[in-house]
């Protein structure tokens, strides 16, 4: 069975976000799937991708016109800070944006997932032991109605 365009979309994403290019790799939480954190030692890190849909529009008043699926693919970055400041947590949150660049596009089950906006950064925030920094990548694709 296909998956309708929601699903096809979330999916691309996430499994893009799984072949990231890093060295050494790193552990991914991904979605409501079991996961253990890495242990708080200097210098661990680790991603957590988290799935923000907006609303889907209607291209047209057709019953069959296309659809519009966009959001925000959210995908933090984590680091245990020692005493190293922040900018090695800046530095590994830039590679996740690297990985999502403006252009980027991804295609899973004939869903092309299209990064259509620069991915950005917010501020570094506590969530003890951890330090992390929320990339945000906005994502627009687009399919037939119903699916």
Known sequence: MTDTADVAVEKALLDYLSQIALSPAVPIAMPYRRFSTPNAVAGAKWLRASYLPATKIALGVDDNSANQISGIFQVDALYYIDDDGELPLARFAQSVMNWFARGTKITIDNQEVHIWHT????????????????????FIAFSTNPA
């Open 119 to 138: 991915p950005y950064r917010g501020r570094a925030m506590k969530d003890d032991p951890w330090l992390f920094i929320p990339v945000s990548i906005p």
